[in-house]
């Protein structure tokens, strides 16, 4: 059994940047993909971004050349940075876990961008 939890939600302004942090509670294999998702009053839960085994990166279209997800493996971390950040992007952002016979939520983290 995995936990994630999340940091670095809070207030910004429109057009600054936020990272947020995903930390898990034990190693996760290699074939276990890493996302974020977000979900904004009176909208579905969406992806914005995930990455998997070999690098491979997949992010929503409204936030492509503005976010970018890393993984620090070491560290059992997975980022998002979020730069140029738009009213749009306020939400509660979740970080996700998932592969063969595993899906793990984090409890989320509001991110909150004033125009």
């Known amino acids: 059994q995995v936990q994630l939890v999340e940091s670095g939600g809070g207030l910004v302004q429109a057009g600054g940047s936020l990272r947020l942090s995903c930390a898990a509670s034990?190693?996760?294999?290699?074939?276990?993909?890493m996302g974020w998702y977000r979900q904004a009053p009176g909208k579905q839960r969406e992806l914005v971004a995930a990455?998997?085994?070999?690098?491979?990166?997949n992010y929503s279209d409204s936030v492509k050349g503005r976010f970018t997800i890393s993984r620090d493996y070491a560290k059992n971390t997975v980022y998002l940075q979020m730069n140029s950040l738009k009213s749009e992007d306020t939400a509660v952002y979740y970080c996700?876990?998932?592969?063969?016979?595993?899906?793990?939520w984090g409890q989320g983290t509001l991110v909150t961008v004033s125009s």
């Open positions: 996700n876990a998932r592969g063969p016979g595993l899906e793990v």
């Open positions: 990455t998997a085994s070999g690098g491979i990166t």
């Open positions: 034990r190693r996760l294999l290699g074939n276990v993909a």
